[in-house]
């Protein structure tokens, strides 16, 4: 089974803070996502990479960034924490959509989240 | 164009009856259209997917119906259970010749299933 890990749950950071959340997956997948969980916002794209060191912007990339160092790990970079950050963060992977093994359609498998609260 | 469009927002079935979920999209390039199911405290998980080329997809009690010239699909939970009581989300992609073929999600069904 694909696991997508996101090794902090839930968080409570102040205003101003730098927070890491970070994200591991033990599938090879190429790309990896983060996705922001808000009530009757569904989910919202944040950033995304198809390969190590490299990302590209999603629907809501202010006040994010991210790093992706090695291929089984993604990071979600909140430089300077606010308020209205406060929400759940979903990781996830999937394969490239030229890879051999694509054959069933683009799943993605998504960690349990993180609750990130800032006050 | 690149919206897809679900309702509704929240949904109450008694056991045993059908639950319906209805998406709407805009992009003619889509060409992939899977359903997630999201339990609380969990992230979501694939439920069910189908291609364009196909009206009708079923497992079990769960089924995908596509209408292409309307651009719409829906999910239907037969014999609905309470353990079916979830946030439900469509979404869209387009697989070749895309973006990679990142997924266009709805803003999610609540639907609880009252014993």
């Known amino acids: 089974d694909v696991k997508v890990t996101q090794s902090s749950r839930y968080l409570v950071k102040r205003t101003g803070e730098k927070v890491f959340l970070e994200c591991v997956q033990d599938?090879?997948?190429?790309?990896m996502f983060w996705y922001r969980q808000d009530p009757g916002l569904g989910l919202r794209l944040i950033y995304f990479?198809?390969?190590?060191?490299?990302?590209e912007k999603g629907d809501i990339p202010e006040g994010y960034s991210v790093s992706r160092e090695k291929k089984e790990r993604f990071s979600l970079i909140l430089e300077s924490a606010s308020t209205n950050q406060t929400s759940m963060y979903l990781c996830?992977?999937?394969?490239?959509?030229?890879?051999?093994?694509?054959?069933?359609?683009?799943?993605?498998?998504f960690g349990e989240g993180s609750w990130l609260t800032v006050v | 164009q690149q919206q897809v469009k679900q309702s509704p927002q929240s949904l109450i079935v008694q056991k045993g009856g059908i639950s319906i979920i209805n998406c709407a999209y805009e992009?003619?390039?889509?060409?992939?259209f899977p359903w997630y199911q999201q339990f609380p405290g969990k992230g979501p998980a694939l439920l069910i997917a189908?291609?364009?080329?196909?009206s009708e997809k079923k497992e079990g009690r769960f089924t995908i119906s596509f209408n292409k010239s309307a651009k719409q699909f829906s999910l239907h939970i037969m014999d609905s259970q309470p353990g079916d009581s979830a946030t439900y989300f469509c979404?869209?992609?387009?697989?070749?010749?895309?973006?990679?073929?990142?997924?266009?999600f709805g803003k999610g069904t609540k639907l609880s299933v009252k014993p």
């Open positions: 996830a992977s999937s394969l490239n959509v030229n890879s051999v093994e694509y054959l069933s359609g683009n799943t993605i498998y």
């Open positions: 992009n003619t390039a889509f060409d992939y």
């Open positions: 990479s198809y390969d190590v060191k490299m990302k």
């Open positions: 189908i291609r364009p080329d196909v």
């Open positions: 599938m090879d997948h190429e790309n």
């Open positions: 979404a869209a992609s387009q697989e070749y010749g895309g973006s990679q073929g990142n997924l266009i």
